[in-house]
């Protein structure tokens, strides 16, 4: 049992639109009847005969604008299609098919060129009936390419908004693993200080969780959060790693929350070495409609065994970039045996 086609709101407004195209067309030539003539009489006449002219393309092109159309032409059943059209046409014009009587046809004496005239006539009005018909198709191809558009495009950005949340569900397990992995250690240490981080470390999870369910979020509240970070972060350092930060930024600026803590908690991860020196140097500054941040850190890759931060958090930056502000970032990095850099220049 098949179900009725639901008729929406913007289905009844598009009706209206071509019966109201059509209702100029076919009042435009009376009114200018009247206007000129200023008779009623002839006003009727010139209705009749436009009506009589126009009768057969209006009837053609709403038959295949809502029926001939969706169900044959766009269904590939193109000889079902075409014998429809000519069907219509022949029942709609079928005065001009017949033969009134043999006497009247054998009284009509006309000259050739008036014969001419009469072929071209018919074939004139065959040929508008058909870029009528051309026309309700054209239309009504517009309109379904346009809804297929629309419904691409919806589908698009719920991707989009899906994966922009799987990216960023990834993001607070990661960095929580390893700054839980760092307060255990330091709980063996100093346990007031381990308190301390911990109360550092609810204030981070209070804000990933509670701030950063938005698309946009203020770009200070990400100013401390990074801070914060970095302070836990530093717990796994001994003195002989330097770590330094530059935060320069506008309060009213909006960004996309955790945007760079991947990139932080790489710089952590391969930069630091206990035995080594080693350096992290972090900065967010804004100039203009740019927000520019830099990480440099020393560099100290992991071995094949070790697969902690393989790359995870700088794939997922990018991807979150490239989602979030397509067309409107820059990318740098480079790497070397000491050093490994990455700056991330955002139009915002």
Same mark, same amino acid.
């Given at each position: 049992?098949?179900?009725?086609?639901?008729?929406?709101?913007?289905?009844?407004?598009?009706?209206?639109?071509?019966?109201?195209?059509?209702?100029?067309?076919?009042?435009?030539?009376?009114?200018?009847?009247?206007?000129?003539?200023? +008779?009623?009489?002839?006003?009727?006449?010139?209705?009749?005969?436009?009506?009589?002219?126009?009768? +057969?393309?209006?009837?053609? =092109?709403?038959?295949?604008?809502?029926?001939?159309?969706?169900?044959?032409?766009?269904?590939?059943?193109?000889?079902?299609?075409?014998?429809?059209?000519? !069907?219509?046409?022949?029942?709609? #014009? =079928?005065?001009?098919?017949?033969?009134? #009587? +043999?006497?009247?046809?054998?009284?009509?004496?006309?000259?050739?060129?008036?014969?001419?005239?009469?072929?071209?006539?018919?074939?004139?009005?065959?040929?508008?009936?058909?870029? %009528?018909?051309?026309?309700?198709?054209?239309?009504?191809?517009?309109?379904?390419?346009?809804?297929?558009? &629309?419904?691409?495009?919806?589908?698009?950005?719920?991707?989009?908004? $899906?994966?922009?949340?799987?990216? /960023?569900?990834?993001?607070?397990?990661?960095?929580?693993?390893?700054?839980?992995?760092? %307060?255990?250690?330091?709980?063996?240490? @100093?346990?007031?200080?381990?308190?301390? $981080?911990?109360?550092?470390?609810?204030?981070?999870?209070?804000? !990933? %969780?509670?701030?950063?369910?938005? !698309?946009?979020?203020?770009? *200070?509240?990400?100013?401390?959060?990074?801070?914060?970070?970095?302070?836990?972060? &530093?717990?796994?350092? *001994?003195?002989?790693? &330097?770590?330094?930060?530059?935060? @320069?930024?506008?309060?009213?600026?909006?960004? !996309?929350?955790?945007?760079?803590? +991947?990139?932080?908690?790489?710089?952590?991860?391969?930069?630091?070495?206990?035995?080594?020196?080693?350096?992290?140097?972090?900065?967010?500054?804004?100039?203009?409609?740019?927000?520019?941040?830099?990480?440099? *850190?020393?560099? =100290?890759?992991?071995?094949? /065994?070790?697969?902690?931060?393989?790359?995870?958090?700088?794939?997922?930056?990018?991807?979150?970039?490239?989602?979030?502000?397509?067309?409107? =970032?820059?990318?740098?990095?480079?790497?070397?045996?000491?050093?490994?850099?990455?700056?991330?220049?955002?139009?915002?």
């Amino acid at each position: 049992m098949h179900m009725m086609t639901k008729i929406t709101k913007k289905d009844i407004i598009l009706l209206v639109i071509q019966l109201t195209v059509w209702g100029v067309v076919l009042s435009l030539p009376p009114i200018t009847s009247y206007a000129i003539t200023g +008779s009623v009489e002839y006003t009727l006449t010139t209705a009749v005969v436009v009506w009589g002219i126009l009768r +057969s393309p209006f009837v053609l =092109y709403f038959l295949n604008f809502y029926l001939f159309g969706p169900y044959l032409f766009f269904k590939r059943r193109f000889k079902s299609f075409v014998l429809a059209n000519l !069907a219509t046409l022949g029942a709609l #014009n =079928y005065e001009f098919f017949l033969i009134r #009587n +043999s006497t009247e046809a054998h009284e009509i004496h006309m000259p050739d060129n008036a014969w001419i005239g009469f072929f071209a006539g018919i074939f004139s009005y065959l040929l508008l009936n058909f870029i %009528i018909i051309a026309t309700a198709i054209g239309i009504r191809h517009f309109l379904n390419v346009r809804k297929i558009k &629309k419904q691409l495009d919806e589908e698009r950005q719920k991707n989009t908004e $899906a994966e922009l949340a799987w990216l /960023k569900s990834q993001i607070n397990p990661h960095f929580l693993f390893n700054t839980l992995n760092n %307060i255990s250690s330091l709980t063996q240490i @100093d346990p007031d200080a381990a308190q301390d $981080a911990i109360a550092q470390l609810s204030d981070l999870l209070r804000y !990933a %969780i509670y701030e950063t369910n938005k !698309a946009l979020v203020p770009i *200070n509240g990400e100013v401390e959060f990074m801070t914060n970070y970095v302070e836990l972060m &530093k717990l796994r350092c *001994n003195e002989k790693t &330097k770590v330094t930060t530059y935060f @320069d930024v506008q309060q009213n600026v909006m960004v !996309a929350p955790l945007l760079f803590i +991947s990139l932080i908690e790489n710089a952590f991860k391969h930069g630091v070495s206990s035995s080594k020196m080693s350096h992290i140097n972090i900065s967010l500054v804004q100039e203009g409609e740019v927000l520019s941040f830099v990480c440099e *850190n020393s560099n =100290y890759p992991k071995d094949d /065994k070790d697969r902690s931060g393989s790359g995870i958090g700088l794939e997922n930056t990018r991807r979150r970039l490239e989602l979030m502000y397509q067309g409107r =970032y820059e990318w740098e990095q480079s790497e070397n045996e000491k050093t490994f850099y990455v700056k991330i220049s955002v139009r915002i």
